[in-house]
Structures are given as C-alpha cells and as structure tokens.
C-alpha cells in the first residue's frame, strides 16, 4: 500500500444544487443522512472532482423514510502531474493518505455550505457529523488501491 503524501491546492469548491423541504416536518425530529461520492479527473488539467451528495430523511408514521434534504458539493483539487497517477483512462491510484484527505476536505466543506443553507431552517441543528477519515474513506472507495478490475478514483 502506496502511504505517501503529494502536494494538492483546492480548485474550487461550489454547491451544484439544494433543496429543503419543511413541509410537515416537526421542530427538533432525527435526521438520517445518506451520502453518495462521484468522482472524475481532467488529466490535461490536473483536476480531480468530488462531487459529493447528502440527503436528508426524516421516518414518518409508517416507518417509511421521507426525504426532507437533498445536497450536492462538487470540491476540486488541482493536482500536480496527475498523469503521473493514471492506472487507465478511467481510474487514477492517488496514495491513500492523500485520498483520505481529499476525502474528509470534501465532506468539511459540504457541512459548512450546508450549515450556511440550512441556517434559520428547521434543519439548522442536523449539522453533517465529524467523520472518521479513513472509515469514510473505506465506504467510498471499498476497492482502495485500485486495479484495473475492481475500480479506483
């Protein structure tokens, strides 16, 4: 296992869309949170984009979930000679370290855009939590380090 660290900046970090909804939603009910990961690269332009989707759900009476929230965060990274990291023309092997800080950047960014979004709302105190970089970093990427068979970056 690859455990080095090579250099990054942020690139741009930007809330593609938003959507809340309060109707019937009671003060102060739990919130589960659900997220999703996508992620894609520009080799030409040393860029590898998270995009980084949480929605909200609240249980109703029947014991079904409805969802009350839904987000998505695109986070960039300019990496340097990022060719330098291609395992094919779809999938990258950037060393671990480096993506479990892409990884846990990405998430503290979508939490303050969507404290700012949902500030005043009835979800203003459902504040995505503190995360375990390496454990989030597992869910999302289940198949780290890739090969050409079982997936990457």
């Known amino acids: 296992m690859n455990q080095m660290f090579i250099p990054f900046s942020i690139k741009r970090i930007k809330v593609l869309s938003s959507s809340i909804n309060e109707t019937g939603v009671p003060p102060n009910i739990p919130i589960e949170m659900e997220f999703q ?9 040393n860029i590898l984009i998270f995009n980084l989707k949480i929605s909200y759900f609240m249980q109703n009476d029947t014991d ?11 986070n960039a990274f300019n990496i340097p000679d990022l060719k330098n990291y291609i395992i094919n023309e779809t999938q990258i092997n950037v ?6 800080i892409l990884v846990s950047l990405s998430i503290s960014h979508a ?16 504040l995505l939590p503190v995360v375990n970089p390496t454990e989030v970093t597992d869910f999302f990427f ?3 380090p890739p090969t050409p068979k079982n997936g990457g970056v």
């Open 64 to 74: 079904a979930k409805t969802q009350v929230g839904d987000f998505n965060v695109q």
């Open 142 to 144: 289940p198949n780290y």
């Open 95 to 100: 060393p671990i370290d480096t993506l479990r």
């Open 37 to 45: 990961l996508n992620s894609q690269f520009n080799l030409e332009a």
């Open 111 to 126: 939490r303050a855009l969507i404290a700012q979004l949902v500030s005043g709302t009835t979800f203003q105190e459902a």
